[in-house]
């Protein structure tokens, strides 16, 4: 909190900051060496002020808001200025002095601190009115004694060591900047303004409340831990509103947490029209939530129209200048105010504090010290002590006996010790100060931190000594609350969470609810009982309020021009790409091996395609090449079982046995293609591939050749021909040309080798397993060396047609070959135009239809005249002329 009740516009602030800096010059032209007189210090001015003073070993000051306001009379020409009067008694102000007196008979008592060492205390009004609160700073650096004996130079230790107060940010300011320049450590209880942090500014200032800059953390923490991402900001048109809006402001940008939909200023005196603009932009914001750094007067005109416009249906986050504010507490506010959330300072226990409450009695502190108390007397008790007795006596006033009951009299909850928060931080900073002071008095010679490691003794304390063990304070208070001061002289802050309550009967409770606090290991730590908060909506739980409702898993935030962060669409995540959490804002790309799922908020395996065993596909093709492996191998045992039958024997039955053979292995090698590839089945698949089918096609070869050998054998005079082809010419012609495949196969797998690859070309969802070749110029080889044996072997089959055997092989041999020729013609197209699988599958398809078409077409008649027309089975019909063949 700033300081309820202190208006300053920014005019003001700037007189007043002349203003001190003129009194700070006067006060050094004062107590400057070349003035003073060579044998005492004599003070120039005494300031007539409010105070209540004990006497003690050690003093320690003290400022407090006892009266809320004064009046300065009009000036005159005597050479005494005018002495100003304070007016409203306010005795919840006068218990804030009366917290700090009894601490101090407190440790006076204890025997742990500051043995055999008395503390006294000075404690001063400022009349909330910096002329006044700055004399009284003043008057705690120099005393009020008219002379004081000191030595020639009037040094020496100042009338007090250390002070609590002031309660208010802005005369903070100004007293710390006079009393800095002593040393003079200043402890305040109420001054909340982050700007007191700057140790370079106000290098002896403490405090034992929490910055406004730990307020607005709160909130934050606050928005974050309920989802609250769209909220409005009210403050008022002051230092405590508007350096609020800026802290507030940039915590949101800092933390992300979430954006303001509005953030208006309250301004101050009559201005019923500003306050209906700002309630009614307030009706049109879909905003839930209100957040108000303001005072109780600004709340006051702003509910007065909320009321008008009955604008329900709002969360209220309330600063600590108006949570804890009666005036607000009323029948015709809470429909609207009703769940309430606060920030307050933190609540503390004192025991003892109301004993000595009652125990205050104006005839024991009756001389001029005591003035303090003789005002609270007459304000509560209604009378008015002599000398001057005759008005009020007239005006149905009496006078002040000093017998009077303060328990029966106590109408403004002056003895209520329940809810002690500025109090406590009263509490605290006495025993900070007192702390220091102990220590600074248990030192060991020789271990002094100052120049000469001489301790310091009772005679000769200076203040910047106590601020050096100031600053080194740590204690725990009965309350459990840890105290030690930062870097910058702030507490560690705590807060306690406040929520009002609208109960059934009508009665209004404010309720602590959670606390905040933050740790030496710099973690805050907010934390909230749910359970406790009365929310003032129908459904009983906590409101929403976002300006776009939260982005799932598998989309991202896109944000809409010209509007706050929090504003914004959500579009899905493009393919291949995921988010996995909520309001991302890019969605990221899956690995290679993985791909978005059907949601876009998680990646998923890709799907492997090949040609399968499992796959109807495959199934398929493994079923026919099983089914030619296993035909292969029945007309290999027919061949054998009639071997010695002409139609085996005829035309070299070893090469019939071979062509079987190889045909078996062109079967089993279109398995090769089958299932996951692997680097040895895609080095094996197209070498066994390439060298079966050559074996096959070149025994084919020199059977055609073999054919047109014995044919032109039978002429005349061309016997001398089949000496060149006989069985060892026909082995080693057939070895010779696999040969010639088996080296090409070699060079491609050693230089260029086929393997395996993960295709992810053909489907963006899918990872094809295929095999590449490696080298296009060995595939290309491998093909073409086989298609130009089958080409040779079909010219020469079909030279060979029309020979007049009975049974010519050359037609069959020119018939597969033209199968073999066509169904490989059809490949090369299907091949390449096949994606994945497909192309495997074409391959295969092209193995087996032209394995079966030589199958068929060389051994089909065969085996037809070996088991069904065995008649035909025999030399004279085999070599027999067609007579009728012209």
């Not at 000496?723 to 260029?752: D, H, M, N, P, Y």
Request: hydrophobic share 40%; glycine share 8%; net charge neutral.
């Amino acid at each position: 909190m700033w300081d309820t009740g202190v208006q300053c516009r920014e005019g003001v602030m700037r007189t007043r900051v002349c203003f001190v800096f003129v009194g700070c010059f006067f006060f050094l032209v004062y107590f400057s060496e070349s003035f003073l007189p060579a044998s005492s210090c004599k003070l120039w001015r005494r300031f007539h002020l409010n105070g209540m003073h004990k006497a003690g070993d050690i003093v320690l000051g003290g400022l407090f808001e006892i009266h809320y306001g004064s009046v300065f009379p009009e000036l005159t020409l005597t050479s005494e200025p005018p002495q100003p009067s304070c007016q409203g008694f306010d005795p919840l102000g006068f218990r804030h002095a009366v917290t700090m007196a009894f601490a101090i008979e407190e440790i006076n008592k204890h025997s742990s601190l500051l043995p055999n060492v008395t503390l006294g205390y000075s404690l001063y009004d400022n009349c909330a009115t910096l002329g006044i609160g700055f004399s009284a700073a003043l008057s705690l650096a120099s005393g009020q004694e008219e002379q004081t004996m000191l030595p020639l130079n009037c040094s020496g230790a100042l009338p007090v060591l250390g002070s609590v107060g002031d309660p208010f940010s802005t005369f903070s300011i100004a007293t710390s900047n006079v009393l800095g320049l002593f040393k003079l450590p200043i402890v305040s209880y109420f001054a909340t303004c982050s700007c007191l942090s700057d140790r370079r500014r106000f290098p002896s200032f403490f405090r034992t409340i929490p910055s406004d800059a730990f307020q607005v953390r709160t909130m934050i923490q606050i928005l974050k831990h309920f989802g609250w991402t769209w909220v409005g900001l009210l403050v008022s048109d002051d230092d405590y509103g508007l350096h609020a809006a800026r802290s507030f402001q940039s915590g949101l940008h800092k933390t992300g947490v979430g954006c303001l939909a509005y953030s208006e200023t309250l301004p101050w005196g009559n201005k019923p029209n500003e306050y209906k603009r700002i309630v009614a932009m307030m009706t049109k914001s879909t905003a839930r939530v209100v957040i108000v750094f303001a005072h109780q007067i600004h709340m006051l005109q702003l509910m007065q129209e909320v009321v008008k416009k009955n604008l329900t249906g709002l969360q209220w986050i309330a600063s600590e200048a108006w949570t804890l504010l009666d005036g607000l507490h009323t029948p015709s506010f809470m429909p609207y105010l009703g769940g309430t959330l606060g920030i307050t300072i933190r609540r503390g226990n004192i025991p003892g504090l109301r004993d000595f409450l009652l125990e205050l009695n104006v005839n024991q502190h009756n001389d001029t010290r005591y003035n303090m108390m003789k005002q609270f007397w007459e304000h509560i008790f209604h009378c008015r002590f002599a000398p001057s007795p005759v008005y009020w006596v007239e005006n149905g006033r009496v006078l002040c006996t000093g017998d009077e009951s303060l328990p029966n009299m106590d109408t403004v909850g002056f003895l209520d010790v329940s809810e002690l928060r500025p109090e406590y931080n009263i509490y605290k900073a006495v025993y900070a100060l007192t702390h220091a002071l102990h220590d600074l008095l248990q030192c060991e010679p020789g271990s002094e931190p100052f120049n000469g490691h001489s301790c310091a003794t009772l005679e000769n304390l200076e203040p910047w000594q106590l601020m050096y063990y100031l600053k080194k304070v740590n204690f725990t208070t009965a309350f459990g609350d840890q105290v030690s001061f930062d870097e910058n002289g702030d507490v560690l802050p705590i807060y306690d969470i406040m929520n009002w309550l609208w109960l059934p009967d009508g009665r209004i409770k404010v309720e602590s609810v959670g606390v905040v606090r933050k740790s030496t290991s710099e973690s805050e730590e907010l934390i909230l009982n749910q359970e406790k908060i009365f929310w003032n909506f129908e459904s009983k739980q906590p409101p929403r309020s976002v300006c776009s409702e939260n982005c799932p898993p598998g989309t991202r935030v896109a944000r809409k021009r010209g509007e706050p962060v929090c504003c914004f669409d959500c579009i899905t995540c493009s393919e291949g790409k995921i988010s996995n959490k909520t309001d991302s804002i890019e969605c990221i790309n899956c690995p290679e091996d993985f791909w978005a799922n059907l949601q876009r908020d998680q990646c998923v395996p890709k799907k492997t395609e090949f040609l399968s065993y499992h796959d109807p596909l495959g199934m398929c093709l493994t079923s026919f090449s099983l089914l030619g492996t296993l035909i292969c191998a029945i007309v290999l045992g027919i061949f054998i079982y009639h071997r010695s039958t002409p139609m085996v024997r005829a035309n070299n039955s070893e090469l019939s046995f071979l062509i079987l053979l190889s045909l078996k292995l062109c079967f089993l090698c279109s398995l090769l293609f089958i299932g996951q590839p692997r680097l040895w089945t895609c080095q094996l698949r197209h070498a066994a591939f390439g060298i079966s089918f050559v074996l096959c096609v070149s025994c084919i070869l020199v059977k055609t050749v073999v054919v047109l050998a014995v044919f032109k054998a039978s002429k005349p005079g061309g016997g001398a021909s089949l000496k060149w082809f006989g069985a060892v010419q026909q082995r080693g012609t057939v070895l010779g040309l696999t040969s010639i495949q088996a080296a090409i196969c070699t060079f491609w797998i050693l230089f260029a080798s086929p393997v395996p690859h993960k295709n992810t070309q053909y489907h963006n969802d899918k990872i094809v397993y295929e095999c590449v070749v490696g080298s296009t110029v060995g595939f290309t080889v491998l093909l073409g060396y086989i298609g130009l044996l089958a080409v040779l072997s079909f010219l020469l089959a079909f030279l060979a047609r029309n020979l007049p055997d009975n049974f010519n092989e050359a037609k069959l041999i020119t018939f597969s070959m033209l199968i073999f020729c066509a169904v490989w013609v059809a490949f090369v197209p299907a091949y390449v135009n096949s994606p994945g699988k497909y192309a495997d599958a074409v391959e295969v398809f092209a193995i087996l239809a032209s394995s079966f078409g030589l199958l068929v077409a060389l051994f089909g008649p065969k085996c037809y005249i070996i088991l069904l027309r065995p008649e035909r089975n025999t030399r004279k019909a085999m070599i027999g002329r067609n007579i009728n063949k012209k």
